[in-house]
């Protein structure tokens, strides 16, 4: 599948190049995992995709792990394997605790159901929330 | 639509009501939303979605705030409108900031993107993921 | 929005009126619903799909309750009110009581939360499913 | 990942013990599969989640295996591998047979296709339906 | 619910406004939609999103029809009425004809079908897709 | 799991090796690939599928290649690995270029973060887009 095939540092075009080096500064790391060498193939995208990563992941109202928490919240309600497995890892790497992760599934799996049951009861908005 | 007309409090079983009895003492409100009266057809289904959001939602690794927000991205991701609604009210009461629910919508949309690019890239799992 | 407006009768092709005829005929009804009228627009969709749907949910080794159900609980997890509305009153016809549909309800609510369980805690696949 | 690491019998606290002892009693095994193992890191969700299933799952106003055949539809909506092979396991057990299996995925796969058709043509609620 | 009150050009903190600026200065109109009246809310992911799709949506390798058959196939696979919505109004003002949306719409109904029919069956990929 | 075993030529169904002719006469192949083998199973899902592949896949108010880019970025949105390998090598075959590819994956990724955006922000309807 040429299509996805990652790209190597090597092998990468200057653009993309660019973005290799600019993550592997940010983040104080010596390389970069498999899907920025998969982006790699669209350098534009790449490119936005790791703008837009480092200005919304950045402290604000919201600290790093919370955000990180929100994340793989959204990926496990999607199924993406890969990004549970990355986001899990790098929500670790700034501080999340088995416990917090316990509660974020926690609360994920009941939203998950309960989200269902409001839509199967066709349940009418309440006055007071609109 | 018979299965899902929310039932009143008057018209509720002798379960049903001790579940609209705990919410109303629980959450110190004198009435409950529809959600609540569209479960009361479910007596069972509505005592155990009750215990289980007071035991999952309460104060724990991660404060209650942080708990809605996770909610909410779970909703947005899957598109239950209601309770976007009814849990963006409560998150606000419980001291959600118009910054922290942008910063969350921010979080949960790129998440949504991301995922998708994994996805169609097929990306391989690092080993350093495994 | 043109794409979607609904075709009466009087207004559809040939092929259209020939699905309209066979609806009527095999439900016994004098008319049909909106969802019908919009497929109109594309008198081959609308065929394919009315051809499969006589197929598919007849009596077979499910019955046509066990086949409405079924129905739902996927309508439910993809959050079609149009599709939920309109076969939960099917559903109704055939026979489907409302403790039936509160069990399918609470069936899909638990397998939506259990679901994205399995899939944030990553569980692997136990070799006796293999 | 620690996080998911599954959590054998000899190292799994009292609580979690305890819910592995009932499951085992309740379906006279003499182990469990990799989901509870897993859920046993965070032993009030394996409870809560295993109590849940033991009432909804138990026979109601449906059977057993049309239980089954539900939590497949939404699992196969939901994409979840793991889920669609335990319980279609679970199912086979309980009388499930390869007839019903292929008419439960008929269904599925045809209303995941209309759910889309009626969301995409925009069909507007029948009267009739409200 | 104040998080997601539109705010009109006259209430814009200037960064929204530049945004509102550029999106009538390219698309010659003297007004935006409610999406991005929204997304003033949050001034920086309202030009993130506008700069992407600035890039995303501009003519390539695929014309701007078929970017926007892409997006409406998305968006009605995720059920979203307001994307269906004004992305099939911005396709028609492309040159999107009622045949082409038709096609658009069968695909996207048949991907969902097969989708489903093949996660239920596990099918495993082929020697010659690997 | 027996409900899923793929069934070989030699093995299937007369009306299941009717289907498995036509797919290798049509496609001018000499084999099929798992997931006709998979529906072999179940021969009338096998036929129906068929026919309407054909008929929906054929060339028309859109080419076969922007067919199959539908069909990719919802088998993207869906999360079906299987479906996109198959739907991806099939576009290939027919003249999608990596350039195309890259552009449908953005297209794709884009449009499920702005889906989400306008969900959580719950955007009202324009009055223009009614």
């Known amino acids: 599948m040429p299509y996805a095939k990652p790209i190597e540092y090597a092998d990468a075009s200057p653009e993309a190049r660019a973005v290799f080096d600019d993550i592997m500064t940010v983040r104080k790391v010596d390389t970069v995992n498999n899907f920025w060498k998969s982006l790699a193939n669209d350098p534009a995208t790449m490119r936005r ?67 269902r049951l409001v839509t199967g009861y066709r349940v009418a908005l309440d006055e007071s929330l609109r």
């Open 49 to 115: 995709t790791w703008e837009s990563i480092k200005e919304i992941m950045a402290p604000g109202a919201l600290d790093p792990v919370t955000k990180e928490l929100i994340y793989i919240a959204v990926s496990v309600t999607n199924g993406c394997e890969y990004c549970i497995a990355s986001h899990t890892a790098a929500a670790a790497n700034k501080g999340m605790t088995p416990e917090m992760f316990a509660e974020m599934m926690a609360v994920t799996g009941m939203a998950n159901e309960t989200n």
